[in-house]
């Protein structure tokens, strides 16, 4: 990202973060092909740790130098803290303890990047809670409570997705299909890696994708479901759609059935998806 982007991000100004990139070595910038200076999410990790240090009292520069010093990849000294954060936040869900895991999801944010929180907290935690439901460790009413919780961060989190540029994605649930957590989460990463995002949610008409696409003239769809009767229930209306505009389907049925409708199948985790999909759109 450009230090406009990290200084929107992280709420320090542009001014102060090349202070803190020349006198303490706090940001490891490279260069784009024209010159320019980008920043990574571990730089963005880095600024977040040290606001939150100076916070607490510490001095500028001992606050850069102890956030400069640390893991954010969660190998160093903040790795206990992520731990603590992501243990502190699933007690509190399990205590249907809104208050505890708001805080407990504030302090993750304010230590490390949005990236950070989403892959190596929220990703691995939702995975986690739904093999707890699926195994009587959790109720089903402990599983909502959860779920609904982030959800709502989340999009809190995805409030300015839709001012992107370029390119342009349209996400969606297929018809008959209501967990949205996912998408999501792909919305997001996808939205900090440049997209302009267009989130229609869970159970999505085909009629209302069909308009959509013709309205926005979207770069990519991509439809979700977790549910291999819904994909099949769709199959003739996603090959319909793959004839109108490139289309990508995560469904759990294997890459040739997806590919018998036109579409592009994602596997893998979230993270790798997102990843993938952006570098497909750089040019060779």
């Keep these: 990202m450009r230090i406009g982007e990290l200084s929107r991000r992280t709420g320090v100004s542009p001014e102060l973060l ?15 092909p024209g010159g ?4 990574s999410p571990e730089d963005e990790a880095r600024v977040r740790r040290t606001t939150t240090l100076i916070a607490e009292g510490l001095s500028a520069a001992e606050a850069a130098r102890l956030a400069g010093s640390t893991s954010v990849a969660g190998t160093g000294p903040e790795q206990p803290l ?3 954060l992501a243990a502190a936040l699933q007690d509190a869900l399990d205590r249907f303890d809104a ?3 708001h805080t ?5 944010l304010s230590a490390f990047s ?18 707890r439901w699926a195994t009587g460790e959790v109720s089903v009413a402990q599983e909502h409570f959860a779920a609904n919780l982030i959800r709502g961060r989340l999009l809190g989190l995805a409030g300015d997705w839709g001012t992107g540029g ?9 018809p008959g299909e209501a967990h949205d957590l996912g998408l999501l989460l792909l919305g997001i990463l996808l939205a900090r890696r440049g ?6 949610g869970a159970d999505t008409p085909m009629d209302t994708l069909h308009t959509s696409i013709q309205t926005l003239r979207p770069t990519l769809v991509v439809l979700a479901t977790v549910d291999k009767t819904v994909f099949d229930d769709n199959a003739a209306a996603i090959t319909a759609l793959a004839a109108a505009a490139r289309l990508a389907v995560a469904a759990p049925v294997d890459e040739q059935t997806i590919a018998t409708t036109g579409a592009q199948s994602l596997t893998g985790e979230i993270p790798e998806i997102a990843a993938s999909l952006t570098k497909q759109q750089q040019p060779r």
């Design 104 to 108: 407990a999801l504030d302090r993750l």
């Design 36 to 39: 320019f200076r980008l920043y």
């Design 114 to 131: 949005v990236e950070f929180v989403l892959t190596d907290v929220l990703i691995p935690y939702l995975r986690e809670l739904g093999e």
């Design 18 to 32: 090349r202070a803190w990139e020349q006198r303490y070595g706090l940001l490891r910038p490279t260069r784009s």
């Design 99 to 101: 208050a505890a895991a």
């Design 82 to 84: 992520g731990a603590d």
């Design 166 to 174: 370029s390119p342009t994605a349209v996400l969606a649930c297929l």
């Design 195 to 200: 997209w302009q995002i267009t989130f229609l």
